[in-house]
């Protein structure tokens, strides 16, 4: 951040999103243990078990351990199939006693009964003020607990080769119009170049574009849900990525983070990146030998107030089955609030922290060498205050995203279109809500 009134602008702004996001959830059949666990000390040393997918995150657990010796964490890598392998944990009563969980996915895992209520413990509970708003609230389910901590967000922005758009004489687009626009010239100007890539099979990512585009994907009112994944908003933008996806100006064969993915940008194949506040240190980590050829601006934008988006983010979350409750909330406000961890997440994986510590890191008010030494922070700063905070998650996440993605697969192969995607992520919606007797309807 560039200066204090720019940290204090990001905390008011986001504290308005919680109480919309999932005002519901609470309501949406099952949940998680409604009353808060006794909170008392472990007599003696003892082990937690902490799964997570950010890089470096050893780095950061060997300096708790070595700072903690009584309360020892092992930490377990779980990127290749997150979600996956905590349901089967769950399943099979072996969850770990913390586990990174994405905010849009806690509604999901809570009617699963997969958390555990950490507010008797006053290392969670106290930890409340030291986070930006609306992240507690999204965690803490409005107020009826303390079941996860967050950890980091993900505003969205632009990654540019700004040599490769210079070398063609493309400005860099500032609208999606334009985006569209300097696609063509791009590839006109060189076949094997393309402005960017479309993944089918990351529906996080296209919920961030039409995030942006002020789309209300659920609601909550009258005591029911009101889904309306396919709105008029959310085709906007399904629309316009078919066009580019029809005209093959963008690729469809890439996966996000794929060693395929670098190899395209290595090559210069690939001019531009739509991406978050977290993947700065992938180009960084994965591409080094690009250093001073990237840069970051804001997203392109489908209005006038300059909007943007938000893709990820995440908390640690307290897990059904942990049996060392005092412990794992100590640790997890160390790793969530204490700026020294903050500072090594954000250099080793990239973590756009969540914590009002975080924003006033030395690290994110200076620029980066990578991107010509430019303050790529106050572009995430500046997006993040732009991102539609009445934004929700529906209870059913993870099938709607399923749903989403087997469809924008099908139409990226040329079966369907992406409008009909958001069609077929709509009827899932609705019928895994009513499967699970929550009380939903289609909303207009």
């Known amino acids: ?123 969670a509970s106290a930890a409340q003020s030291k986070f930006v708003p609306w992240t507690w609230s999204q965690s803490s389910f409005g107020g009826t607990g303390v079941f996860a901590l967050p950890q980091d967000t993900g505003p969205m922005a632009l990654y540019v080769r700004s040599d490769l758009f210079k070398k063609h004489g493309i400005d860099i687009p500032k609208t999606w119009d334009a985006y569209a626009a300097a696609a063509e010239k791009l590839h006109k100007a060189d076949p094997d170049l393309d402005i960017t890539f479309f993944d089918p099979n990351n529906a996080e990512w296209f919920n961030g ?48 983070g794929s060693t395929q993915m670098y190899a395209a940008y290595q090559k210069d194949q690939i001019a531009s990146y739509v991406g978050a506040a977290w993947g700065y240190s992938m180009f960084r980590d994965n591409l080094p030998k690009q250093a001073g050829k990237w840069s970051i601006v804001p997203m392109p934008t489908w209005g006038a107030d300059g909007a943007s988006g938000d893709w990820g983010g995440s908390t640690v979350a307290f897990m059904k089955g942990g049996k060392h409750l005092y412990e794992s909330a100590k640790f997890n406000a160390w790793l969530t609030t204490d700026p020294e961890a903050l500072a090594l997440e954000n250099k080793l994986g990239g973590l756009y922290p969540a914590a009002k510590a975080g924003l006033q890191l030395p690290a994110l008010s200076k620029g980066v060498p990578y991107y010509n030494n430019e303050k790529i922070f106050d572009v995430f700063a500046d997006s993040s205050r732009k991102i539609d905070t009445s934004f929700a998650w529906g209870p059913t996440q993870k099938t709607v995203n399923l749903a989403l993605q087997d469809a924008m697969a099908k139409a990226a192969a040329g079966d369907g279109t992406l409008a009909d995607a958001l069609s077929a992520a709509q009827a899932s919606a609705l019928k895994s809500m009513k499967d699970q007797a929550i009380p939903v309807t289609a909303g207009e």
Request: include cysteine; hydrophobic fraction near 40%; aromatic fraction near 8%.
């Open 1 to 123: 951040m560039s200066s204090t009134r720019t940290r204090i602008r990001l905390a008011v702004v986001a504290a308005a999103a919680g109480s919309v996001v999932l005002a519901g959830c609470s309501s949406s059949g099952p949940s998680a243990e409604s009353s808060a666990k006794s909170c008392e000390p472990a007599k003696g040393k003892v082990t937690l078990q902490y799964w997570n997918t950010v890089p470096g995150m050893d780095q950061v657990v060997a300096l708790w351990n070595k700072q903690n010796p009584d309360i020892h964490v092992e930490t377990k890598n779980i990127s290749n199939d997150q979600y996956g392998t905590l349901g089967n944990a769950l399943k099979a009563g072996k969850a770990p006693d913390l586990a990174q969980v994405g905010y849009d996915q806690l509604p999901n895992l809570r009617t699963q009964n997969a958390f555990v209520d950490a507010s008797a413990c006053s290392a």
């Open 209 to 256: 574009l039409v995030w942006q585009n002020k789309a209300k994907m659920y609601g909550y009112s009258g005591d029911k849900w009101h889904v309306t994944v396919a709105s008029q908003q959310s085709r906007q933008v399904a629309d316009y990525w078919q066009k580019l996806i029809a005209a093959k100006l963008v690729r469809t064969d890439l996966a996000n």
